[in-house]
T-cell receptor, first 111, second 116 residues
Framework: ELKVEQNPLFLSMQEGKNYTIYCNYS?????LYWYRQDPGKSLESLFV?????AVKQEGRLMASLDTKARLSTLHITAAVHDLSATYFC???????????FGTGTSLTVIP | EAQVTQNPRYLITVTGKKLTVTCSQNMNHEYMSWYRQDPGLGLRQIYY???????DKGDVPEGYKVSRKEKRNFPLILESPSPNQTSLYFCASSHHRDKMMNTEAFFGQGTRLTVV
């Protein structure tokens, strides 16, 4: 069974600061997703990462994937309050049929 | 507008009373799945379907059933709900990897189920 670990689980950061969320997974996979969830809302897709070394950026968020280390990072640059949310990574099994989610990182950006 | 629609959004029921949560997508996606979200556990996959009449168990299938008679619909059935099935449920859809490797998964708005 594929296991996905995210850390930290909770992150409180000041506006303007940088930080990184980590996502480790236990067996090989060829797809990794990052999602955002606002309180009481559904999940919004942020990034799909397919290959080793893949890097994608959208605004203040940048995601990367190292398939050899089985590690993805979500880097936040110069945080703003609007980024406060819970962020999930999800890994797809090699058969492409099952999704495994991390436990999520609850991010609070303090003015 | 591309969307995944779940109904109902909120449901309170009693132990043992059969219920169905509907899920419908308008994007002609092959792949559909159900998840439950519980505090501290993230999302866990219940069942998934790769196409019409093709369904398979996810991580936590016990106590749930699904069917995929049409491509757009993927209902979740709880034949005899129990309190430990109280949770937030999400349906999602995407293209199958064979059709589009970098497919996004679109999620419904969620169904908050309480079983008393």
């Amino acid at each position: 069974e594929l296991k996905v670990e995210q850390n930290p689980l909770f992150l409180s950061m000041q506006e303007g600061k940088n930080y990184t969320i980590y996502c480790n997974y236990s067996t090989t996979s060829d797809r990794l997703y990052w999602y955002r969830q606002d309180p009481g809302k559904s999940l919004e897709s942020l990034f799909v990462l397919l290959s080793n070394g893949a890097v994608k950026q959208e605004g203040r968020l940048m995601a990367s994937l190292d398939t050899k280390a089985r590690l993805s990072t979500l880097h936040i640059t110069a945080a703003v309050h609007d980024l406060s949310a819970t962020y999930f990574c999800a890994v797809v099994s090699n058969t492409g049929n099952q999704f495994y989610f991390g436990t999520g990182t609850s991010l609070t950006v303090i003015p | 507008e591309a969307q995944v629609t779940q109904n109902p959004r909120y449901l309170i029921t009693v132990t043992g009373k059969k219920l169905t949560v509907t899920c419908s997508q308008n994007m002609n996606h092959e792949y559909m799945s159900w998840y439950r979200q519980d505090p501290g556990l993230g999302l866990r996959q219940i069942y998934y379907s790769m196409n019409v009449e093709v369904t398979d168990k996810g991580d936590v299938p016990e106590g749930y059933k699904v069917s995929r008679k049409e491509k757009r619909n993927f209902p979740l059935i709880l034949e005899s709900p129990s309190p430990n099935q109280t949770s937030l449920y999400f349906c999602a859809s995407s293209h199958h990897r064979d059709k589009m490797m970098n497919t996004e998964a679109f999620f419904g708005q969620g169904t908050r189920l309480t079983v008393v």
